[in-house]
């Protein structure tokens, strides 16, 4: 698993990354302390998937690389498909290469399919985190680009879809991110009306201003796929770096 810092969402000082994971009951602890300030302050907690929960940037950028060998000969800049994360796939296909578009949407799929179990990792403490967010009395969902099969297996691999009430994947909404659609329809399945009483935290520009079109507070991550200065350039209302 790797090392995911204290997910504390009020905390005003970045918590520290260490270079090896806390006890498990020391990360019980923090996630605890953690749940009772977001609680307080939050009813309802929206979460990005990868990069966010999931330590997938790896597994996306290894995914994308081979769709583009097998199909057009050549690979792409790892930073350039870094910054794709975050939206649907066909979409950063069909922008990069129209003509190709669907031939490296389906190829991508089989490949990432394929080698989810074997590359996917986990960030220390999130499983804790989520169910001691859910003891404290928050509404927890999941609203991401990626498509909801892709999504649930790689909940049900790290062992978080027991803590996830609601999941809105990509087929869920017909306009996605930075668009606040899929952020909304997970508030409304939550049987939540008021955007103010949720939070959306993620770890791209694309989340952020998602969750700002959405009237919700916004805390971006730094331990996926956006840098810190390009979160930075669009003002979350809080950050946590890894």
Request: hydrophobic share 45%.
């Amino acid at each position: 698993m790797t090392q995911h810092p204290d997910a504390n969402l009020q905390s005003t000082t970045p918590p520290a990354a260490t270079a090896t994971p806390a006890s498990s009951a020391a990360v019980s602890h923090t996630a605890a302390d953690s749940a009772r300030s977001a609680g307080a302050r939050w009813p309802v907690a929206i979460f990005d998937l990868d990069g966010t929960l999931a330590d997938t940037v790896d597994l996306i950028v290894a995914s994308y690389q081979y769709a583009f060998r097998a199909v057009i000969g050549r690979e792409e800049d790892p930073e350039v498909i870094k910054s794709w994360i975050g939206r649907p796939l066909i979409g950063a296909f069909r922008d990069h290469s129209p003509e190709h578009a669907d031939e490296l949407y389906a190829t991508y799929l089989r490949w990432n399919t394929d080698n989810t179990e074997r590359l996917i990792r986990g960030f220390d403490g999130v499983a804790e985190v989520l169910a001691a967010v859910r003891a404290a009395g928050v509404r927890v969902a999941v609203a991401t680009s990626k498509r909801r099969e892709s999504a649930q297996q790689a909940m049900d691999i790290l062992g978080l879809s027991e803590h996830v009430e609601v999941l809105v994947g990509m087929e869920d909404t017909e306009i996605h991110k930075p668009d606040p659609a899929p952020l909304l329809l997970a508030l409304t399945r939550l049987g939540e009306r008021d955007p103010s009483r949720a939070v959306y935290i993620g770890d791209a520009v694309v989340d952020a201003l998602a969750g700002k079109a959405a009237g919700m507070s916004t805390v971006s991550v730094t331990w996926g796929a956006g840098t810190r200065e390009a979160l930075a350039g669009v003002r979350p209302d809080a950050t946590r770096a890894g």
